[in-house]
């Protein structure tokens, strides 16, 4: 019997290739090739598995274009390029990787914070540019962590873990909005307030954006928003470019509407909106948020792990939609 042909949209670790190798016919890319829509489809010809990132859109016309597709499994924790109504009408599982990545994703958001709090990039600037040449009492002052009030706009996995390292560590007033309030009980280790998003923007001294994309998330934070923080909050987003309209925030930090910016995501990245790149008052990274070699490690193994289960027969572990379980043949 043939075995299953699957295709790897990006580069993984070897070991993961390996691995899949002993179950599949692997299609991969050791070049780390950027397909286009076009280059995706034509190299998931005959395919029954795709291994891939939130970057490659799985749309109904490329599933429609593929009947031979079974499964679609995502190494990362989003999956808003997969149209999953269309995967689960055709009988395509879908997975994802979640929980995974939590606490590194925190611990990133949290310092990403403090140094925009702080002016951590901005210091080291200055002292590499060799303009220290004196202390003053003023030079590059920022605003305290510990006793602020830490503001979260959406309060999943990491929104929690990134108000527990606040509440626990660092004495901070918690509030946060979000869909759905939490239940109490999941409220009170992590000294949590709900608030409405008004209020939340209005007095938060930091505020963290850790929600999903979505239409509706779209533009979340634009010039009307920004608007209402205090002129001395921050602003950090680890959530996904767009949640943030980027040309709005350059506006406000160049007037210093509010007091700086520390962004891991951006609208159309790996393009970054030319307006924030002169700015000093902004921290400025390139989607780290989970990047180190354990976590990455893991999200790979939880993407080979759910398409090997979903076609060998085996129940996916993070599947998206697992009422088409079990598949239908090919």
């Not at 030319?274 to 993407?303: F, K, Q, W, Y």
């Amino acid at each position: 019997m043939n075995r299953p042909q699957v295709l790897l949209a990006r580069a993984i670790f070897p070991e993961a290739v390996a691995r899949l190798r002993e179950h599949f016919e692997v299609d991969d890319n050791p070049e780390d090739t950027e397909f286009t829509p076009a280059q995706l489809s034509e190299r998931l010809r005959g395919k029954q598995g795709l291994l891939c990132t939130a970057g490659e859109p799985i749309t109904a016309a490329l599933l429609d274009a593929h009947p031979l597709l079974r499964a679609v499994c995502l190494m990362t924790v989003g999956y808003n390029n997969v149209d999953v109504p269309a995967c689960t009408a055709r009988g395509v599982l879908a997975s994802n990787a979640p929980g995974v990545l939590t606490e590194t994703t925190a611990d990133l958001g949290f310092a990403l914070m403090m140094a925009t709090a702080r002016r951590m990039a901005e210091a080291e600037r200055y002292l590499r540019s060799g303009q220290w040449t004196k202390w003053r009492y003023d030079l590059l002052t920022g605003s305290d962590i510990h006793g602020a009030t830490l503001g979260i706009l959406g309060m999943g996995r990491i929104g929690q873990a990134i108000a527990r390292r606040g509440h626990l560590g660092f004495g901070m007033k918690v509030i946060y909005h979000n869909r759905s309030r939490l239940a109490a009980e999941d409220e009170a280790p992590i000294g949590a307030r709900y608030v409405d998003k008004t209020t939340l923007l209005r007095e938060s001294d930091h505020l963290v954006l850790v929600l999903p994309y979505s239409a509706s998330s779209r533009h979340a934070i634009g010039a009307a928003e920004l608007a209402l923080m205090k002129p001395t909050a921050t602003l950090t987003n680890v959530a996904r470019g767009g949640i943030v309209d980027d040309a709005a925030l350059a506006q406000a930090l160049r007037d210093k509407r509010i007091a700086a910016a520390g962004l891991d995501v951006f609208e159309n990245e790996p393009a970054v909106n030319p307006a924030l790149l002169d700015l000093p008052n902004v921290v400025l990274l390139p989607h780290i948020g989970s990047a180190t070699e354990r976590t990455r490690r893991a999200m790979v193994g939880c993407a080979v792990d759910n398409l090997i289960a979903a076609l060998t027969g085996g129940t996916p572990p993070t599947a998206i939609n697992p009422q088409v379980l079990p598949l239908r043949p090919a």
